[in-house]
């Protein structure tokens, strides 16, 4: 018994990541965020209800100035479309892949 609470113990000092409030923010910053005269998260339905795509969901990555967010849609079995955001210090939303600035760019 008196392990496991060393572990619990250990286990308590570790840094965790960015809490899951903050990532739910900046997901929501990020769907907020015009696109071709709509959202970013309208156009991303747009294409999961088009398409046929299954939503795999949003992965953020965290970096010392920024934040990354990249949410995968299943295209086929071996095959995802990957649309990925930064939101820099500042707070400004900038698309980062191919597949994000195609999205959101004049149809």
């Not at 392990?3 to 113990?9: D, E, G, Q, T, Y």
């Not at 286990?11 to 899951?20: C, F, G, M």
Request: proline share 4%; charged share 30%; net charge neutral.
């Amino acid at each position: 018994m008196s392990r496991i609470l060393i572990v619990l113990f250990w286990l308590a000092l570790i840094p965790l990541p960015a809490a899951v409030g903050d990532e739910a923010a900046d997901i929501a910053k990020v769907e907020a965020a015009t696109c071709a005269g709509a959202t970013v998260g309208q156009r991303l339905q747009e294409e999961i209800q088009s398409h046929s795509r299954r939503d795999l969901g949003w992965r953020v990555f965290v970096e010392d100035d920024h934040r990354d967010l990249e949410r995968s849609l299943r295209i086929s079995k071996a095959m995802e479309a990957r649309y990925r955001w930064r939101i820099d210090a500042a707070g400004k939303i900038e698309p980062v892949s191919d597949a994000a600035r195609q999205l959101c760019a004049p149809r």
